[in-house]
């Protein structure tokens, strides 16, 4: 079971609840909101540290799920990007979308499910793939998601089976 945290103000349950479903066959149950902590703000970047918000939800996540999935509306980044669209704790099998990078030319829902997929088969164990239309290749821009499917291949489909 997947639990769903989403900012408050957020409202993408039942589109992420039915790509989750199609995708993965897993269930969704929507969780508690998230408050941004206020610590994760970088004033030099004037952006979130996406790691440092995972960091900081550990100890609020719900037990009853075996994967947990964060929906949050600001701009995040990791030390080596300029900014990011999603980041997954493989570890903890914790992942965060934001939507803030997404939002341009009304494509947001298209987009946000994409990298919903991306970040989940990332905790479910899934690398990057070279396909571009898988939904595992990297997105750098928001033109790669946009060139992507919703999808696994063929190849990345088979490996998520077997977990
Ligand atoms: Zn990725
Ligand atoms: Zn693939």
Request: hydrophobic content about 40%.
């Amino acid at each position: 079971m997947v639990c769903l945290y989403q900012q408050e103000g957020l409202e993408f349950s039942e589109l992420i609840k039915d790509i989750i479903k199609k995708q993965f066959n897993l269930p969704v149950v929507v969780a508690h909101s998230v408050r941004i902590p206020s610590q994760a703000f970088n004033p030099l970047r004037t952006q979130y540290d996406a790691m440092k918000i995972i960091e900081t939800f550990v100890y609020s996540l719900d037990q009853k799920c075996n994967w947990h999935l964060i929906i949050i509306d600001k701009d995040i980044y990791t030390p080596r990007f300029n900014f990011i669209f999603g980041l997954a704790d493989v570890q903890r099998n914790i992942a965060v979308v934001s939507t803030y990078r997404l939002s341009k030319n009304g494509l947001l829902k298209e987009r946000l499910a994409k990298e919903v997929v991306h970040e989940m088969g990332h905790i479910l164990g899934l690398n990057h793939c070279p396909i571009p239309v898988c939904v595992m290749y990297f997105s750098n821009t928001v033109a790669d998601t946009d060139r992507k499917g919703f999808d696994l291949c063929p190849e990345c489909r088979r490996k998520v089976e077997r977990i």
